[in-house]
């Protein structure tokens, strides 16, 4: 175990008690929420051409307090039990703040994705799988996983499919993974909702304009530039969704082989296509390449957005920054000491537990999709739509007047699946955040979105316990 893995779950330690001891919780129950329920660890055999190797996987269930319990699959080589309890812990929080009915869990494989083609990805996952049903770590009432880093809808519907293989007849079976390619009982809108999310929380918090004007930030996302770690699914979504529906302007990119720079700003659909082709970001054209990767962190912005992994912000280079935003669209990505120093700097953190939550906002939607075998939008698109056109075509025989056919289409038009997720999720980012700022502005005590995130949580799990009759 490094030092750097064994800070990630050590800061949300150090968080959880800065934000416990402003509540008025009993000491049993504050301790009740803060430890992992259950923790599996497992190691197995892969034949990878004419060789066996052996793999270390994990899944932590942190909090039974709500079932099912729900967290992502994590493939990467750096993956340990400390990191996988952290972010096991986060989903918790997570899910209590923008009020998904789940506890928190994640999962870990340790294998680095660039070693293995797609063929021993799959027998990886599958046999991954396998070890969860043996144990009871996965199924649709007990424990949901979905992707996070390494991992996306391929790996989900090999999960799916295994599960589906050992569960012959299981009418709910569909909702034991999420994250699914839509036609495998998928959901449109997972794909992105993380990175949408992220933009629909960046939006609330900046449209106060008296919190702005007391954070010295001018209001709205439009016009604010962006510098982004990690070109994978939360960024890439970030950026584009940022730029194309906030006017955002992203002008500096960070991936593994390096920094791109463009005060101008990056097209973020072009940079995607380039990398697949050139397999880098360096050389995409109008940009320059930074001296070190590293140097992301350091660059004159209004946002900086890690979206790689964790402990990317730390004591070494949190002096550096220079940006008065940060949003956590990775787990983890500020220490607690960086935050100390970043704080003092009079920077905003917008934390991870509440930012990137639209991953599991829509992964509960995708669940509830499954469970009641039906499309959104199927039952009543077109009863809405009939209803929007009469009342469309009576004002225009009252008036006499014709309504543009473009407009009326659009006017009349009923909501599909992904408007109504979109929908969801916008409303989702919006009140949690007003629930958060309540508790930033009231309590006197708290001085950071992130202590205001963590109480909010808390109070939340610790009246579930109460309701339950333990800890009254
Ligand atoms: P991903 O695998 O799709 O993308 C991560 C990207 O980061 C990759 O392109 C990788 O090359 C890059 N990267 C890794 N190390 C880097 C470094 N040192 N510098 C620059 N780039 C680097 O993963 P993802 O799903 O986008 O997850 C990213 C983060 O967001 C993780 O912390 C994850 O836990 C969190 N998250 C993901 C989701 C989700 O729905 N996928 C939901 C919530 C939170």
């Not at 990630?8 to 929420?33: M, W």
Request: proline content about 3%; some cysteine; charged content about 25%.
């Amino acid at each position: 175990m490094s030092d750097k893995q064994a800070n990630f779950y050590q800061s949300v330690e150090r968080n959880y008690d800065k934000a416990a001891a402003l509540t008025n919780h009993p000491k049993g129950l504050l301790e009740q929420i803060k430890v992992c329920n259950a923790i599996y660890q497992m190691n197995f055999p892969i034949k990878i051409g004419n060789s066996y190797e052996v793999i270390e996987a994990y899944r932590v269930q942190h909090s039974h307090h709500r079932l099912p319990t729900k967290g992502g699959i994590r493939f990467s080589h750096m993956v340990n039990q400390e990191e996988v309890m952290a972010l096991a812990t986060l989903m918790t929080y997570k899910c209590a703040i923008v009020d998904v009915p789940f506890g928190g869990a994640k999962g870990g494989v340790k294998v680095s994705t660039r070693k293995y083609n797609a063929e021993q990805l799959e027998k990886i996952t599958r046999r991954y799988t396998v070890e969860l049903v043996r144990k009871n770590f996965i199924g649709p009432g007990t424990d949901v996983p979905a992707p996070d880093y390494g991992t996306g809808s391929r790996e989900m519907a090999w999960i799916l499919d295994t599960y589906q293989q050992l569960n012959n007849g299981e009418l709910d079976s569909a909702a034991c993974v999420t994250g699914k390619p839509v036609n495998q009982n998928g959901i449109r809108g997972r794909t992105e909702a993380t990175g949408r999310g992220v933009f629909y929380g960046l939006k609330e918090m900046l449209s106060n304009a008296s919190d702005c004007a007391e954070w010295g930030i001018e209001p709205g996302i439009e016009g604010k530039t962006m510098v982004i770690q990690g070109l994978g699914n939360v960024g890439s979504f970030t950026g584009s969704i940022s730029t194309k529906e906030g006017g955002a302007k992203v002008i500096a990119i960070s991936e593994i082989e390096g920094t791109i720079y463009n005060p101008k700003g990056i097209d973020i659909d072009k940079l995607l296509k380039y990398r697949k082709s050139k397999g880098s970001i360096i050389g995409f054209p109008g940009t320059k390449k930074l001296k070190e990767r590293g140097d992301w962190v350091g660059i004159e912005c209004d946002i900086l957005v890690p979206a790689a992994l964790e402990s990317q912000i730390t004591k070494a280079n949190a002096k550096k920054v220079k940006a008065k935003i940060i949003a956590e669209a990775a787990n983890g990505p500020v220490t607690a000491d960086a935050e100390a120093i970043l704080l003092k700097k009079g920077c905003i953190i917008v934390p991870d537990m509440y930012l990137n939550a639209g991953g599991v906002t829509v992964s509960y939607f995708e669940w509830l999709k499954n469970l009641s075998h039906v499309r959104y939008g199927r039952i009543e698109k077109r009863f809405d739509q009939n209803a929007y056109t009469n009342i469309v075509n009576l004002i225009e025989s009252m008036t006499g007047k014709k309504v543009n056919e473009r407009r009326k289409s659009f006017i009349t038009r009923g909501a599909d699946e992904v408007d109504l997720v979109r929908s969801g999720l916008e409303e989702t980012m919006i009140t949690s955040y007003q629930q958060i700022r309540e508790v930033y502005r009231r309590k006197k005590k708290v001085k950071d979105l992130r202590t205001a995130a963590f109480i909010t949580a808390i109070n939340k799990v610790a009246n579930d316990y109460t309701t339950m009759g333990i800890f009254p």
